[in-house]
Each structure stands twice: as structure tokens, then as C-alpha cells.
């Protein structure tokens, strides 16, 4: 049986929200640009990009960190159009299934993120890496 993108989107969400000690309280809402925005009141917002991280990862561990930043400046590159939206913070959650995250902070220190906050989330383990 297979379950809707709107669908998988609410369900990693709400993972994420369960596991992140640190999320903040407020509504969620699903949007398109960002995919969800969390409104923590009613003039402060944060808007929540998701994507993956595709199983080519797993395949070839040598490959993911260069595959990592090329997606978030992919996704990063959506952001001026998010910015207009005056969001308090911008996140980017991308999910993971089953991969091994305790090494990543080496391979991609001296990135400078636009967004305010990247996460891994995995969704298998559950474990999440805040870069």
C-alpha cells in the first residue's frame, strides 16, 4: 500500500515534531513554498522546507557529503523566493533512511548555510543531526 506525497509529508512531520525535543510550539500548517510553515503566533512564523536524501547514499559513502551539498544548494537557491515571505526563521529537513550521520559535521564544516537550521532527520533510527 502505498501513501500520497501530501500524506508521507504530514507523517515525517509529525515524526520530526515528536522527536526534535527542541521544537518550538505552534500550528503547522502544509504550504507549498516552503512545504509547511509552523506559526508560532500571529506575526512570527518559521517556514519548513523539506526534502530526501535519496538511497544512492547508502550505495557509495564516499559520495554522500558532496551529494548532501549539492542538495541544500539546490534547495537553498529556493530560498530567496521564501525570504519574501518574512519568515522569523527558514528551516531545511531532509530525510535519511537508515544511514550512518555521527561523521557528517568533518565532511561539511566549512559550509555557510542560508538557512537558519538543516537537519537530518533519519527516519529509521529516528536520530536527528542538526549541521
Not at 12 to 21: A, G, I, L, S
Not at 76 to 93: C, G, H, I, M, V
Not at 116 to 126: I, P, Q, T, Y
Amino acid at each position: 500500500m502505498s501513501i500520497d506525497k501530501d500524506s508521507e509529508e504530514w507523517l515525517v512531520m509529525r515524526y520530526f515534531r515528536e522527536k526534535y525535543t527542541d521544537f518550538p510550539r505552534g500550528k503547522l500548517v502544509k504550504s507549498e513554498s516552503p512545504d509547511f510553515i509552523l506559526k508560532l503566533s500571529r506575526k512570527k512564523s518559521i517556514g519548513i522546507e523539506r526534502t530526501r536524501l535519496d538511497y544512492i547514499i547508502n550505495n557509495n559513502p564516499d559520495l554522500w557529503p558532496v551529494y548532501l551539498i549539492s542538495l541544500i544548494e539546490k534547495k537553498e537557491e529556493k530560498l530567496r523566493l521564501y525570504k519574501k515571505k518574512l519568515f522569523a526563521k527558514y528551516w531545511l529537513l531532509m530525510t535519511v533512511e537508515d544511514v550512518n550521520l555521527k561523521d557528517i559535521h568533518k565532511h561539511i564544516r566549512d559550509y555557510n548555510f542560508l538557512f537558519d537550521d538543516v537537519f537530518l532527520f533519519d527516519l529509521f533510527s529516528g536520530e536527528i543531526t542538526e549541521l
